[in-house]
């Protein structure tokens, strides 16, 4: 065992060699990474593991410092093929910005800006208005400001107005959405008490009158996200619900999760209400996130009554919650987009995610299909099945989106031992699974990615491990 440990190389010849193949490499992480295999290969000497002198020569260990130094060097961050058929996958980052978006970050990103400049006054100005005028015009609202995500902007709703008070809140909308993300705890959280209403399935206005007290300070509607209640329910429709807290002088605020500014019912997506609409209903404040349907950056977007959202603006808390400059480019690029619904559903990926035409799918899924069958050869059998994407972000949550799937059957081992090896490959690969088929949808992929994944796919399947 000892020879063995006197075969080990040493760490001034680890970092020689690393130093040819990784130039650009900080010397820190080179030492690092050559530490850290001599560790594991003396753990793997006194374990019994290695007790060949040949596991330890230059041409064994080198390749595995190599491949570790690649590992840790990269950036953690990185993008993925979203071939899932999940438009606005949480964990895969939602939306994927319009190329006006993009731009618009570069800009704000490489140089200086009048994010709170006024350049009218000279004076001091604030980062809200660059986007407000655009969220009024484009939900009808009174007044719009925007925090870092749709939890902060729930956050903010009910500590600004509801503090000290009582939320009248229906037992059916008491919901936990992805992430963690529960009502009655961020409403704990903004000082405000949870006044549940009527039970799980049904909730009548009755419930809500007899909820009542000196202490109510609002009435809540929370969009249900990935859940839904189906058999013998009932709720009280919004618009009545507005006009039963309006009665009582108090304000209708409603957390709707994925706002959306486009009527998809045309596209065979249907009972989601855009925010204009939410708003016509009678609500007072609407708060919504950017990175859903919307199609834009990671926001929180709340609109309403002036009289209500300048009292949040005023509340210490935004300063905590208050969004940076890149989001507020970005936001302001893909609102713009807005103001011409066709310019808005070709130009923003979510929404043109939401709206392509079965038949164009069935295209891009043969001409997938057939590159993979040509690059794959011998190696996976490839056909096409119909089947449904997802919206996502917990919009549209019952409802499918007719696709056309390209199915991949690999001629050697499982579909899962592929799924799992294409997390390694460069870009990863994330895809569907289903009996032996790993599968993909090209309504998340961009014809670009289908090189990428096709390459991605053969070095899978080649891997022998
Ligand atoms: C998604 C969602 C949230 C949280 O929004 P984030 O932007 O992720 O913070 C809150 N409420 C509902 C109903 C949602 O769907």
Redesign the pocket.
């Known amino acids: 065992m000892s020879s063995l440990f006197r075969s080990l190389p040493s760490v001034d010849a680890c970092l020689r060699w690393l130093e040819e193949s990784f130039p650009s490499t900080p010397h820190s992480v080179l030492l690092e990474c050559s530490r850290a295999l001599l560790d594991e290969l003396r753990e793997d000497i006194r374990s019994g593991r290695v007790t060949d002198e040949a596991a330890l020569s230059p041409s064994a260990v080198k390749p595995r410092l190599e491949a570790l130094v690649a590992r840790k060097d990269r950036p953690r961050l990185r993008r993925v093929i979203n071939g899932a058929g999940v438009v606005v996958h949480t964990n895969l980052g939602r939306s994927v910005l319009a190329k006006e978006a993009q731009e618009a970050v570069r800009i704000a990103a490489s140089g200086y800006s009048n994010l709170e400049f006024d350049l009218e006054t000279g004076e001091r100005g604030s980062r809200i208005s660059l986007v407000e005028e655009l969220l009024c015009s484009l939900t009808g609202a009174e007044a719009a400001l925007v925090v870092n995500?749709?939890?902060?902007a729930?956050l903010l709703m009910l500590d600004t107005l509801c503090k000290g008070g009582e939320v009248l809140l229906s037992r059916g909308q008491l919901?936990e959405?992805?992430?963690s993300?529960r009502i009655p705890d961020v409403m704990e959280r903004s000082g405000a008490t949870l006044r549940e209403v009527g039970t799980t399935n049904r909730t009548h206005l009755a419930d809500y009158e007899r909820a009542l007290s000196e202490n109510t300070r609002a009435v809540l509607w929370?969009?249900?996200?990935n859940y839904r209640i189906i058999g013998f329910h009932s709720s009280v429709p919004a618009n009545e619900l507005a006009d039963f807290a309006h009665a009582h002088q108090l304000p209708m605020l409603e957390?709707?999760?994925?706002g959306s500014l486009m009527d998809f019912s045309r596209w065979g997506l249907h009972d989601e209400p855009t925010v204009p609409e939410v708003l016509r209903q009678g609500t007072d404040v609407v708060t919504f996130?950017?990175?859903?349907v919307l199609g834009g950056p990671?926001a929180?977007i709340i609109v309403g009554l002036k009289v209500y959202v300048d009292q949040m603006k005023k509340n210490q808390l935004l300063r905590a919650l208050r969004c940076d400059k890149l989001t507020l480019a970005a936001l302001e690029a893909t609102l713009r987009l807005y103001r011409d619904p066709e310019t808005a559903r070709k130009a923003i990926p979510t929404v043109r995610r939401m709206s392509m035409d079965p038949a164009e799918l069935r295209r891009r899924a043969e001409k997938l299909a057939a590159l993979l069958s040509r690059e794959l050869d011998g190696l996976a059998v490839c056909s096409l099945r119909d089947d449904f994407s997802r919206v996502g972000?917990?919009s549209f949550p019952e409802q499918g989106m007719p696709t056309t799937l390209v199915c991949v059957h690999p001629a050697k081992g499982s579909a899962t031992h592929l799924k799992m090896r294409l997390l390694s490959t460069e870009p990863p690969v994330v895809g569907r699974l289903e009996g032996p088929y790993f599968q993909l949808d090209p309504r998340t992929m961009e014809d670009d990615d289908f090189a990428d994944a096709s390459r991605a796919l053969k070095e899978a399947l080649l891997r022998e491990d």
């Open positions: 995500n749709n939890a902060a729930v919901v959405i992805g992430g993300f929370v969009h249900p996200s957390d709707l999760g994925s996130s950017g990175d859903k990671q929180g972000g917990g």
